[in-house]
């Protein structure tokens, strides 16, 4: 075993005693000694006090002096230094005396030649080196604690430009006028996107460095997403003149378990690089199953016949900022982050990726998904068929049934209340638990119980945990689906041991809440997409929002329910999309109605950022007032004895950075004044659903702004 080098000081006023411990020192096995010793008291004061050393052994009886002394004031002075109190007598008391004043031993110099100080010697390194570990822990904790505010900050102070450059550039070019400028427009537009997803790259990066990045499992239809990904990647690759194939080599499973967003993420990047390198020819993707014994993994290679990658630099790619070509020379651009963030994600994912090769003939990147178990998934032949990925999705089957959606924001409410409203729900709203354990047991009284409660879990007054807790207490059995932003592992064991039958994950998925809605009903759906029975008798309602989700060559489901609660399917794709013009002529004049006569008020430090958002709110006929710091929006709300109806406003975009004060504490403040507001955050970090809720915010927005943000919130 390797000896380790340790710098001990030796406090000692006897020469024989000093020449005695050094023999002994050096017989401690696994260790070398470097040993600098004194026989001053003044000098092992000023030595200790510098904590160079690995460990000290102090004599107690030095001259005139007591070390006792000298360990109590090095202790004071801040000496980290383990200290062994030497003595040549047994004295318990001395012993007790020199541990309480910070000694980590007391050692009798007749039991030096024995284990008896080996152990003390090996138990006070050990000690020391735990020390360091743990200062160099909190130190690593510190910096990294501090790279997250830079990062927090930076990301806030480039998203206000953005929002800015991007949001002028959208509104010029929604002006006919322009035309003659809009290839010039659209380029600003193009590289101002890019710069923006330069930025999400890196806080990507940062999130994964600082193991903060969470996934959101769910089962993912394979072939849906391998179609999804051919119709977006498709066009690009048209748009340079070269193809786009897939091959399916082996039977696929239905379903696998990953995060879809995620996912995603690392296919739509490595797919773009292949076509992005790629002059002449083609990329082609190959996938295939393989198993062997209990393990199944699904492999991916993605083909160009592109430039290719020098064999020097094959090792390095995968690392951030590092390109294929040099920065000052290359004709392609990107930081070199792309691929170091699909490394990390597919980590995580608990797959793999490889690289292969040529300079001129092209590149093969390699992917491997551990699917582990799949005893329970169906695993089928899978020909894809390029015509298929132009065909817009399916329509899913109505149901019906009667459901409270809990949230306390309002926004989200609506949201989860349409998208149920589209399956054919019938829906109603508690703002937040207290107010939904009222609401639950007075309909169970009445006598129409709900048949599925959606259940936020960051509320005040009463949260969705002890909600739940007060339902299940209460012997009230209504399945209850949680509805959360929280992504760290073991969220959703938690929730299911308290008493939720499901839990669906923000931002919600249509599909994937659609599916817990079903399960929680006691619905089956067929592989045809039949529904064919229900589990309990529930309130048929009417047809929702087919004009929100494009459904063109879908199925209108009549349902009609019988006395067994069999429910007879007519489908007609005819009436559909009839159905869905109309609704969607409807739900547009709707929100055309809406938008007309909302009044606004802006509270942003930066003039350019105020301005233009204030311009594309003007652009969907909403009226705006500007605030640009804490202290003007308070003048402006409190400028008037008798305000007027246009001195109130349906929200207030509130800059969370203010020269004069933060964004969420003048909330509060904001609050008091114009209870009847909304209030939306404006921020260039994310907010977490915790900060809102603590803040009372009803929603926060993600700089840069643009108007299709600016129209979710109208």
């Not at 007391?106 to 030649?113: A, G, T």
């Not at 600082?210 to 849906?224: F, G, M, R, S, T």
Request: net charge negative.
């Amino acid at each position: 075993m390797t000896e380790s080098i340790k710098r001990v000081l030796l406090v000692e006023d006897d020469e024989d005693d000093y020449l005695l411990t050094s023999d002994y020192l050096q017989q401690v096995s696994n260790y070398q000694f470097e040993i600098q010793w004194t026989d001053s008291a003044v000098e092992a004061l000023a030595l200790l006090k510098q904590n160079k050393h690995d460990i000290c052994l102090l004599d107690f009886q030095l001259g005139s002096l007591n070390g006792l002394n000298v360990l109590q004031q090095a202790i004071n002075a801040g000496c980290t230094i383990p200290i062994i109190m030497l003595t040549g007598q047994t004295d318990s008391e001395l012993d007790n005396n020199a541990l309480d004043a910070g000694a980590v031993d007391y050692v009798i110099k007749s039991e030096l030649n024995t284990t008896r100080f080996h152990r003390a010697i090996r138990y006070a390194l050990s000690r020391k080196e735990v020390e360091n570990e743990r200062l160099e822990r909190i130190k690593a904790e510190t910096k990294n604690r501090s790279k997250d505010k830079f990062v927090a900050h930076l990301s806030h102070e480039l998203r206000t430009p953005l929002t800015s450059i991007l949001g002028y550039t959208e509104l010029l070019l929604s002006h006919q006028e322009n035309t003659h400028i809009q290839s010039e427009l659209n380029t600003i537009l193009n590289n101002g996107k890019h710069l923006l997803g330069l930025l999400n790259n890196v806080l990507d990066l940062s999130k994964i460095a600082a193991d903060k990045l969470e996934l959101n499992n769910a089962n993912i239809p394979l072939d849906n997403f391998i179609t999804d990904l051919y119709a977006l990647m498709s066009v690009t690759a048209e748009d340079k003149g070269i193809s786009l194939n897939i091959n399916t080599i082996t039977p696929l499973p239905l379903e696998i378990n990953a995060d879809p967003i995620r996912l995603r993420q690392v296919f739509i990047n490595l797919i773009h690089n292949a076509i992005k390198f790629t002059d002449n020819g083609a990329v082609t993707i190959d996938i295939w199953l393989q198993t062997e014994a209990d393990k199944n993994t699904l492999y991916f290679t993605i083909t160009d016949t592109g430039i290719g990658i020098p064999q020097h630099l094959l090792k390095t790619i995968f690392k951030p900022f590092e390109q294929v070509e040099d920065i000052v020379s290359r004709n392609e651009e990107g930081a070199g982050l792309g691929l170091a963030i699909c490394c990390e994600l597919l980590k995580k994912m608990g797959g793999t990726i490889k690289v292969e090769s040529e300079e001129n003939v092209g590149s093969k990147f390699i992917i491997s998904l551990n699917l582990g178990d799949l005893s329970n998934t169906r695993i089928e032949p899978f020909a894809f068929n390029p015509i298929n990925a132009q065909a817009p999705e399916a329509t899913l089957p109505q149901i019906s049934g009667r459901i409270l959606i809990v949230d306390d924001i309002k926004d989200i409410r609506n949201l989860i209340g349409f998208i149920c409203r589209s399956f054919g729900l019938s829906v109603c709203y508690a703002v937040n638990g207290g107010q939904a354990v009222t609401k639950i047991i007075e309909a169970q009284v009445q006598g129409t119980p709900f048949d599925s409660i959606l259940m936020d879990i960051h509320m005040p007054v009463l949260d969705g945990k002890r909600a739940i807790a007060k339902l299940r207490s209460m012997k009230i059995t209504t399945p209850v689906i949680a509805v959360t932003a929280a992504t760290m592992k073991g969220v959703d064991q938690e929730l299911k041991l308290l008493g939720f039958n499901d839990v669906v994950a923000k931002p919600v998925d249509r599909e994937v809440l659609y599916r817990a809605l079903v399960n929680c009903l006691g619905i089956n759906i067929n592989s045809s997409g039949i529904k064919t029975e229900i589990a309990a008798e529930t309130e048929t309602t009417g047809n929702a929002s087919s004009a929100f989700f494009n459904t063109k060559d879908g199925h209108l489901i009549a349902s009609q329910q019988t006395k067994d609660n069999v429910i007879a399917i007519q489908l007609d794709a005819n009436k559909l999309n009839n159905t869905s013009a109309t609704s969607s002529q409807s739900t547009a004049q709707n929100l055309e109605a809406a938008e007309v006569s909302k009044r606004f008020l802006i509270i942003e430090d930066d003039q350019d950022a105020a301005q233009i958002t204030a311009l594309l709110l003007n652009n969907l006929n909403v009226k705006t007032q500007i605030a640009h710091s804490a202290a003007e929006a308070i003048a402006l709300l409190t400028s008037k004895d008798q305000p007027t109806k246009d001195d109130f406003y349906d929200r207030i975009l509130l800059d969370i950075n203010l020269p004069d004060a933060n964004g969420l504490a003048f909330s509060k403040e904001l609050r008091l004044l114009l209870p009847d507001s909304e209030i939306t955050i404006i921020s260039g970090n994310e907010i977490s659903t915790e900060t809102l809720t603590e803040f009372a915010i009803d929603q926060a927005l993600l700089k840069p702004i643009n108007l299709a943000m600016l129209k979710s919130i109208i």
